[in-house]
């Protein structure tokens, strides 16, 4: 056997070992998609080991909360520290009254200033990260010194995070109207950027 045909043989032999998710770049997008009922928590397992929940938010407004965590650090949530607004709503909150118009009486026909079926949010996608997001977010929020906050900013804005979308693909209702607005149900579609 020549020289060339032996090369051309390895060259095929590798290719079909480097087929598929190996010709990708480092990362890939992980998707999945779930329904969960009023009371109720959603929970899947991520590549690398973290978790995807939907918490259910039984005090004040009902709802569910967009946590992602280790599990060994179960209280931290990976997307609280790094999706703004840091203060008041976000996207990581999904109340029944975001969908509900001013009275209570309908859908949302935008009297509400509220997120809606698209959730756009970011993590970090381990504990170190998250604790320095978590430092630099607290002082951020709570500063010293305007130098001190500044600093703060610069280096929350270097921590690498990922992104994540949930769409909210159908909801159901409950019956009472006003304050007391509830949803039975949800079902979803999730799409995370996951490193490798």
């Not at 051309?8 to 070992?17: A, N, P």
């Not at 998710?21 to 590549?47: A, I």
Request: glycine share 8%.
């Amino acid at each position: 056997m020549t020289r060339y045909p032996f090369i051309l043989i390895v060259l095929i032999i590798v290719s079909s070992f480097l087929s598929g998710d190996e010709l990708q770049q480092p990362g890939s997008t992980s998707g999945f998609s779930g329904t969960v009922n009023r009371h109720e928590d959603f929970q899947h397992e991520l590549p690398g080991g973290l978790l995807f929940t939907l918490e259910f938010i039984s005090y004040g407004p009902e709802g569910w909360a967009i946590r992602i965590f280790d599990p060994a650090f179960p209280s931290d949530n990976f997307c609280a520290v790094v999706t703004p607004p840091y203060r008041g709503i976000n996207a990581l909150q999904i109340y029944a009254w975001h969908f509900f118009n001013e009275d209570g009486t309908g859908p949302n026909d935008g009297s509400v200033n509220a997120p809606g079926e698209e959730r756009r949010f970011y993590f970090v996608t381990d504990k170190a990260s998250y604790d320095a997001a978590f430092e630099s977010l607290s002082t951020m929020l709570w500063p010293e010194s305007p130098e001190a906050q500044e600093a703060a900013v610069a280096l929350h804005d270097g921590i690498h995070r990922e992104n994540g979308i949930l769409t909210i693909t159908e909801l159901v209702p409950g019956e009472a109207a006003g304050d007391s607005a509830y949803l039975e149900s949800i079902s979803f579609d999730v799409e995370l950027f996951i490193p490798r």
